[in-house]
């Protein structure tokens, strides 16, 4: 039987979708035994930013959420899964963890019709296999990675589908095709502007070119005009009217339309020029290209120094170009051919330009950070499946034709397959830490907070459905350096910094949603940070010497709510950055201690040394530390352990009482700590670590081994 183009299309849509969806199924297989990996008789996500859209959902199936705390309800991935969990018959963690697989999936939809489209079915199919399993596209849609990347490139790759129909036919239905797609790639990410800006001003210089040349080019302008009305900012449904009543005028008065096309391309360009079109654009270019470490703000009286969360994400870091080019094509020998491709591809087919926008963004990977490579994948895929079907085309025998098409295809897709049987990606949170916050979610009141480090902030509130200061997408320096300064300083300062942190956190949403006519002094601070308002409101105009004060017995403002300290284990590898964001004079943004704190977990001994790694030794005997060729004293030698009823159990050997070092072996982690006197006195170590609280400031509410909350006294 002889299928024809549709139905051969269809026929390679499935098996591609198939392919695709059967593969990421590799991740449920590895875990398949891992009961620590679920919860609810479910495996959880693996990304943490999916708890935040997991939050919104929660709270728009349940119907209601508190205010101020910061639920997405108004975002598109919430909106869309809290649908599927009214339609479909699973339950809600069932839903999120396997919506990326699906949707993700959708990739090789528009990848095989951009290959129909260039009368090349054959290179889409191929493209498509291995669009949909590259390197970093599987990483950001595998199974449990819950975020918008799971349709992040599917919409623009329709976009790029829908341009080349458009241009190349010429057909009217392309323009509402192409307006519907950015109307919905915008409500899904409404940071698309940037690659909807970079197709339109490609299709300008398209416009130019025809304009010069004396072409006709009504045809594309209508196409930039539909563009523009869809990419102004305002309300998707007000702009979908538009664009529809646009094509309406176009369909009932062609003529007509076209006399007054540059009318309406002018004010296209006007509503998006005052609508605020183009700052969207510069906010994205200052976040993940022009990074600074320290960003001063505040007021002219109160200029404050805090340090960038950007330089301790990895994703925004540059990245070395083997990775680069591995988590595009899978292998770097892949990736060469992939561009050598993609060049035939363009020479051949010059409608392949459109691709140039996705590249691009994708190649920015090399300076912003490993986040933008999938950008790349879908063209690249393009690049590498045009070249095998072009090698293929030289044989003429069709049996040798096939062999090689299929030999090269697998060659190709054999990487990552490689990688992602490899990658075992864990769930954020194990089961026992999951079940320290479904408890305290029945002790806790939806209106307190929980502090803790921005990276649990999004799996605090929906496990334990409360408010937290910081998360993944509230971590700039101003409101990190409160959270950073309660977990790294004594507890008494941390105590009073944490309440006034929730109150004045407090007070501010409420100023805000009031909406009121402030006086100039009120709004002054308003405007500040949290930490500037403060130091104002208590008299100082040196806010080091208002952090001073912390220390002692300042009047507290009322108390509006119970705040509780959650602290895992596992914010012990990352103490170092925590400490960056506190560590700091915020009136020059110099550095203030040279901290020094050690893991070691594979650690060695014999009857004299403890070997460390890293060039650490402790000498037994002499009870010195030997760091490379110093020899340091150690103040003290703890060992934690826990008794049969899980209680913790403390042993401490004073050593010498001058030095600044101290070592703790926490026995049931098999780990060792080594830390300076500033690390041991904190509020992360003595309360977590060692469970010397100040009773009057703390109470322990949740104590495992995992995690340990505290609730604040004051």
Not at 405 to 413: C, E, G, H, K, R
Not at 553 to 570: C, E, G, H, Q
Not at 589 to 611: A, W
């Amino acid at each position: 039987m002889t299928l024809s183009e549709n139905q051969k299309t269809f026929f390679y849509i499935i098996v591609a979708f198939i392919f695709s969806i059967a593969v990421r199924f590799i991740w449920v297989e590895q875990f398949s035994s891992v009961e620590q990996f679920k919860f609810n008789n479910q495996f959880m996500i693996n990304t943490n930013d999916g708890y935040y859209w997991a939050e919104g959902a929660r709270d728009l199936v349940n119907g209601f959420h508190q205010e101020g705390d910061l639920s997405p309800i108004d975002t598109a991935a919430s909106q869309l899964t809290a649908f599927f969990v009214k339609i479909l018959p699973f339950s809600f963690e069932t839903i999120i963890l396997y919506m990326p697989v699906f949707l993700s999936s959708l990739l090789v939809i528009p990848i095989i019709l951009v290959g129909k489209s260039l009368g090349k079915l054959e290179v889409g199919f191929i493209a498509a296999l291995l669009g949909s399993i590259a390197w970093s596209y599987y990483n950001r849609t595998m199974v449990g990675y819950y975020d918008t990347d799971m349709l992040n490139i599917v919409f623009p790759s329709f976009l790029l589908w829908s341009l080349i129909w458009a241009i190349r036919t010429r057909e009217d239905k392309y323009l509402i095709f192409t307006s519907l797609d950015i109307i919905l790639y915008r409500w899904w990410y409404p940071q698309s502007y940037s690659l909807e800006i970079a197709f339109f001003t490609l299709i300008s210089l398209y416009v130019i070119y025809q304009y010069i040349n004396k072409e006709d080019f009504k045809f594309n302008l209508t196409l930039l005009t539909f563009m523009m009305f869809a990419m102004i900012y305002v309300n998707g449904l007000i702009k979908l009217a538009i664009v529809v009543s646009l094509f309406i005028f176009l369909k009932l008065k062609k003529e007509k339309f076209y006399k007054v096309i540059f009318y309406l391309f002018g004010l296209a360009l006007i509503l998006f020029l005052f609508s605020g079109g183009f700052n969207p654009i510069w906010g994205k270019l200052k976040a993940y290209v022009f990074k600074d470490s320290i960003i001063v703000t505040d007021l002219d009286e109160l200029k404050l120094h805090f340090f960038t969360v950007m330089q301790t994400v990895r994703e925004a870091d540059q990245i070395p170009f083997n990775t680069f080019a591995n988590r595009i094509s899978g292998n770097v020998i892949v990736f060469i051919l992939s561009i050598i491709g993609y060049i035939w591809l363009m020479i051949k087919r010059p409608i392949m330009l459109l691709g140039l926008p996705l590249l691009g963004l994708g190649f920015l990977a090399t300076s912003g950070g490993l986040r933008f490579t999938i950008y790349a994948v879908p063209v690249l895929a393009l690049g590498i499946a045009f070249l095998i079907h072009e090698v293929a085309e030289l044989f003429k025998n069709k049996f040798l034709k096939y062999t090689v098409l299929v030999v090269l295809t697998i060659a190709v897709l054999s990487p990552n397959i490689k990688h992602i049987i490899g990658y075992r990606v864990p769930t954020v949170f194990t089961k026992n830490e999951v079940l320290v916050l479904d408890k305290l979610k029945h002790i806790a009141k939806r209106e307190d907070y929980v502090v803790s480090w921005w990276d649990y902030g999004y799996p605090i509130r929906y496990y334990a459905d409360v408010k937290t200061l910081v998360d993944g997408g509230k971590h700039s320096g101003r409101v990190n350096f409160p959270v950073s300064f309660s977990l790294l300083s004594d507890q008494k300062s941390s105590a009073n910094m944490m309440r006034l942190d929730v109150e004045y956190t407090e007070k501010r949403f409420w100023i805000d949603k009031k909406e009121e006519n402030l006086s100039t002094d009120k709004k002054t601070k308003l405007e500040s940070s949290n930490i500037g308002w403060m130091a104002l409101d208590y008299g100082y105009k040196n806010v080091n010497s208002f952090l001073d004060t912390l220390k002692t017995d300042i009047k507290l403002p009322k108390k509006t709510r119970d705040i509780y300290l959650y602290l895992p284990n596992r914010m012990m590898g990352i103490l170092p950055t925590v400490d960056l964001f506190s560590n700091l004079d915020l009136q020059t943004g110099n550095k203030k201690y040279n901290t020094f704190f050690y893991i070691s977990r594979n650690f060695r001994e014999n009857l004299q040394i403890l070997d460390l790694g890293q060039g650490l030794r402790f000498n037994k005997q002499k009870a010195t530390l030997n760091i490379g060729n110093n020899k340091v004293p150690i103040n003290s030698l703890i060992i934690t352990k826990y008794d049969k009823n899980g209680k913790l159990q403390v042993e401490k050997k004073d050593l010498n009482p001058l030095a600044n070092l101290y070592m703790i072996f926490m026995k049931n982690y098999h780990q060792i700590l080594v830390m300076d006197a500033r690390v041991f006195n904190s509020t992360y170590i003595q309360l977590f670590v060692l469970e010397n609280y100040d009773k009057k400031l703390f109470e322990p509410v949740i104590m495992t081994p995992l995690a340990k909350v505290y609730k604040l006294k004051i």
